[in-house]
């Protein structure tokens, strides 16, 4: 049974430029959530999809958008890049938007010059 | 919005000894406290959770307790092992719109010397 899985793992921008991030979530999952996670701190909620829409945002600028695709996937797009969105990408699902429990993935690896 | 503060930032302990990582948040609200070991270069792993119905769970080595009146809630683990080291999250979440959305305290980095 294959898990989260996140591509690509990891990537270098520079400012100003634009990212797409991309996940795979755990068979059986239908809700996928994104966070952000700056080196020494715990993960930033972003934003939580299910059934292809947006159903909570975190205290994030709208230059953080996403998309839910059919099959439950998801991407994380980034626009305008910042040296400050320089982090690691975590993208983590679950059974369903209230069931609490995340099951993560690696991450992506975002460098932004 | 709920906030949550995490102690201590940094644990050393020697094998076997005990370790506890401490926990509060804000909001009086939030009924779900989970807790993820995340290794170095890992994915984050929940180890154990508990929610507001309950005061203490256990699995194996591993403890939860929440104290709702105090708005606390704290992490045990005992006879440690080197397998142990990790960095420890706590969140605090809050169920809103049929969406939990967790609020993660800063880590804990756990360090067992053999």
């Known amino acids: 049974d294959a898990g989260v899985t996140q591509s690509p793992t990891h990537l270098i921008k520079t400012r100003g430029q634009q990212v797409t991030l991309r996940c795979s979530p755990k068979?059986?999952?239908?809700?996928v959530s994104w966070y952000q996670q700056a080196l020494g701190q715990g993960p930033q909620f972003i934003f939580q999809?299910?059934?292809?829409?947006?159903?909570q945002r975190g205290n994030f600028p709208d230059r953080f958008s996403g998309h839910q695709f059919p099959n439950y996937s998801s991407e994380l797009n980034v626009n305008a890049l910042l040296l400050g969105d320089s982090a690691l990408y975590l993208c983590a699902s679950s059974p369903s938007p209230g069931s609490g429990e995340l099951f993560f993935g690696e991450g992506s690896r975002l460098t932004v010059l | 919005g709920e906030n949550v503060e995490q102690h201590p930032s940094t644990l050393s302990v020697q094998e076997g000894d005990s370790a506890v990582i401490k926990c509060t948040y804000s909001d009086s609200a939030s009924n779900y406290f989970p807790w993820y070991k995340q290794e170095l270069g890992k994915r984050p792993q929940l180890i154990i959770d508990i929610r507001s119905n309950v005061g203490e769970k256990k699995d194996q080595r591993i403890a939860v307790t929440l104290n709702k009146t105090a708005k606390h809630f704290s992490l045990h683990i005992t006879e440690t092992q080197p397998e142990d080291s990790a960095v420890y999250f706590c969140?605090?979440?809050?169920?809103?719109?049929?969406?939990?959305?967790?609020?993660f305290g800063r880590g804990t980095s756990l360090i067992v010397h053999p």
């Open positions: 068979s059986g999952h239908d809700t």
């Open positions: 969140a605090a979440s809050l169920l809103s719109g049929g969406s939990y959305i967790p609020t």
């Open positions: 999809y299910y059934e292809e829409e947006e159903r």
